[in-house]
């Protein structure tokens, strides 16, 4: 039988071939991006702390802040579950609080779209008020008002290595290749500009 290739979800302990991004490194260039902006503020909407990638997404968030230089505040940390419901539920929680931020990281980009939609229903603006990234780069980012900063995960080359590793392992099990981590790229759009003093 042809074996299971994982793409992108993963958890470590399960031996099946994987493709997928580093996440780590995703959440910190877009961190870092904000902070190269001049906030030094910075909240984050997570995925679910249960899975892999939101916790490898969140070490990223972090790392990405300390390279900055910058603190790193719980209290602007709220966890999400990836869709846009949670999205807007995040960012209403984090501008309930009372904690000032001016840019927001999401961990994928229905959450940071549901987010957008939150401040705007605040009276408040993005990127004026509040920068917004997310990660993802899914296909209506480009689109929404104003366009989504995102990191962009290949997807087409994920499902060609996901295909070739399939086919790989179906021919030698033993010398196929056990995991593929791809490049990511950071696509700046309107939703993200330096912080105004």
Do not use: W
Request: net charge negative.
């Amino acid at each position: 039988p042809l074996p299971i290739v994982l793409a992108c979800e993963y958890e470590v302990g399960i031996d099946q071939p994987r493709v997928r991004i580093n996440d780590l490194e995703a959440a910190a260039d877009a961190a870092a991006h904000l902070a190269a902006l001049g906030h030094k503020k910075i909240a984050c909407i997570s995925g679910p702390s249960s899975q892999r990638m939101s916790r490898d997404r969140q070490r990223g968030f972090r790392l990405g802040l300390r390279r900055s230089g910058l603190k790193i505040d719980d209290d602007l940390i709220v966890e999400g579950d990836y869709s846009v419901q949670s999205g807007v539920a995040g960012a209403n929680r984090l501008l309930d609080s009372g904690v000032k931020f001016t840019a927001l990281f999401c961990e994928n980009d229905e959450m940071a779209l549901g987010a957008i939609h939150a401040i705007a229903a605040r009276g408040l603006r993005v990127p004026e008020d509040i920068s917004v990234t997310g990660i993802d780069n899914m296909r209506f980012a480009e689109f929404s008002n104003p366009g989504l900063t995102t990191v962009a995960l290949p997807t087409t080359q994920i499902g060609e290595e996901a295909m070739r590793l399939m086919l790989d392992f179906a021919l030698d099990p033993d010398g196929a290749r056990r995991e593929v981590i791809l490049p990511h790229r950071l696509i700046v759009r309107g939703s993200t500009a330096p912080l105004v003093s």
